[in-house]
């Protein structure tokens, strides 16, 4: 844990304080401690007879780069101004008021002589304001924002970034961190069917990545696939349901994806004539070399994303142009990433909500960021999505640079072209940002903006989204950045369809990390299995609804149940997080529900997960509610050389499980500003608004009704690095 010591000394550069009068405090040292973000803040504030002196974080748990800039950032401030009257730090908001409640608190402590001064003292100062001018300007710093930055300035742009937060990263820096994209060379070729190994981009062989349990019955579905145009005239006698594909094939495809559908059946055909003997001969499925293509990923997002309004008389899908180039360009995403100094693990993972094993996961980035010849490690997505491309555009130009705490809140214009930005820094400072050839908007989506979701939601029972429903998202995603387009005449698609991340913790609606096809959500009022787990993220939450379960308040709630270990990186186990994860034997699980309010029994639970354990090992779905894609036990078991186990070595009373209580949480918004291909902003007439592009989540049309995990990050990096190209090529 990065410790947090601030002296009266570090705070002397800053501008001084409003003080109506001196105050008087009790000098000492005072321990306080306030809830934060991801658990109790403790701090040690220590006050001469007249002011603060000094500010220790004693401890804290808030995620690095998102919550904890509130401690790097507050506290000079705090012990300058010798009050707490500053705002909190866009995008660590409850950190920051945690902090700013501890210090109130150690005042209180201290017998200051006027708490109501105290807590209005603030900074001062003049400030300079800003007027200067780059030839591309973008709005947002998360991974659209930065990919865009790093592409223009290797055009030999000069690049401003404006960022509302008070750190770099956005949405992507609190992501999973996995891109969906095929790698050629891990995946079964049919130039050498038979190959184990593949060469990768550096040159080294890696063993290519086999086929889950239920990828077959996937492919053989999609062969069945009716090439007849969609039937929607069908879903008006008949319910739609999301996530049933043996349903959906029967009634047809939208014409413009017609031409993949049917390259795509001839894929799978040339590769079902070579894996069929090897299934009829005995190799178990997931012996199999994974079956991966484009085709197969632009019509997995088509209907994936295909939904239908709750009210019956809307569809959405995503734009085939777009979906296309998405996937398509993705493939040049982890090459670029590499040449940054990103690193991967070797292999093609399952998220939540993916659909398919196509994600790619990396470790974080290697970076000579000091100029000493020597690369430092930067760990995960701050390393990957952060450090790598700020670096690579930040030394391409020393008139690039990132203006944190600085809220955008106008376009200039000049007659109908777009030609600046007029934003706000924290501290009051105007910021008149010109741009030569344009600005890119890449500010995000409005999953934080709850009512801004109720308003416009098209898709989701009434009942399911309320205004107590958590936001995986920071607290800055607010749609800013779609309706400062609007101003200037934007055309907006999509909205009204948001999708919900049903793995959220039910306090705030973090996002848990944490891979699917090795364990199982549980209704905490039955014990039993409710859902595939591999189903599309929309169906998981719906189904959660269904249960009928509340925790906290939080509808929707489930138990998440893994086993001790995972392949997965960012889904840490066996270990506790107060009042998010639980690791406990079957032995121990009794305690924990009694603790948690749960109603379940814990037999039943311990009854769910052998019988699901048992099918696995089996090689088939579990009974009642199946498993398209399944990789592992929750409990403990050996394999064989073949990939089966050895039953005789099975326990789950030895385990160690890890269990989370999640709810849906507001995630992504499918919604948002109108682009063309070449990510340039569209009006309400369909023609492109000059000097005006966007990236990322702020736009609509690529997603459809539901996205599928890991098409957000390939998607926010594609299409910054196309609004780069786009951009400089104006004049």
Known sequence: MKKFIYTMMAALVLCGCTQDKPLTFVAGSYETTYNGHNGPISIKTTFSDSCITNIEVLSQNETPHIGDVAFEQLIPQIISANGIGMDAISGATITSHALLNAVAQAAEDANVSNIEQFRKNTLKGEKEDIDD?????IVGAGGAGLAAAAEAAAYGNTVLVIEKNGEMGGNTLVSGGTFQSVIPYLVWEPSQPDAKMGRGYDGQMYEKVKMGMGCIEELEAIMKWSEEDFDSLYYTTHDFTPGRIEEQARHGVHREYLPILQELKREISAYLVWAKPKLNSGVPETQLTLFSTNNLHIFQTYYGGLRQSVAGNKWCYGDVELVKQVVEEGAALKPWLLSMGVEFLEKQVMITGEMWFRGNKMTGANIDTDGDGKPEHYKGNWGAYVMAPYHAFIKANPKNKVLTSTTAYELMMKGDRVTGVKAERQDGTKVLAHAKKGVIIASGGYAANISKIINTNLYWKSEYITPQMGSTNRSSM????????????????????????????ADYGTIAFGSISDAIFVNPETGKRFVDES????????????????VNGKAGAFLYIGGETTTEPNDIRGVDIPGKQYARTVEQLPELLKSLKMHAVSDA????????????????????????????????????????YDKSTYSLDSALLTIRVMAPAAHHTMGGLKIDAWRRVLDTSGQPIPGLFAAGEVTGGIHGGNRLGGNSLTEVMVSGRIAARSVNKEK
């Open 535 to 550: 189903q599309e993220r929309d169906v998981l939450a719906i189904r959660a609804f269904k249960t009928g379960a509340t």
């Open 605 to 644: 639970i311990v009854k769910t997960i052998r019988s699901y354990d048992e099918a696995i090992m089996n090689g088939k779905e579990p009974d009642g509610v199946g498993k398209k894609f399944a990789t592992s036990t929750i409990g403990r078991a050996k394999k064989n050389e073949d990939g089966t």
């Open 478 to 505: 607010r749609g800013d950045g779609i309706e400062m387009a609007q101003d200037v005449g934007a055309a907006v698609t999509g909205m009204g369809w948001t999708q919900l991340m049903p793995q959220a913790y």
């Open 133 to 137: 001018t780059w030839d591309v300007v």
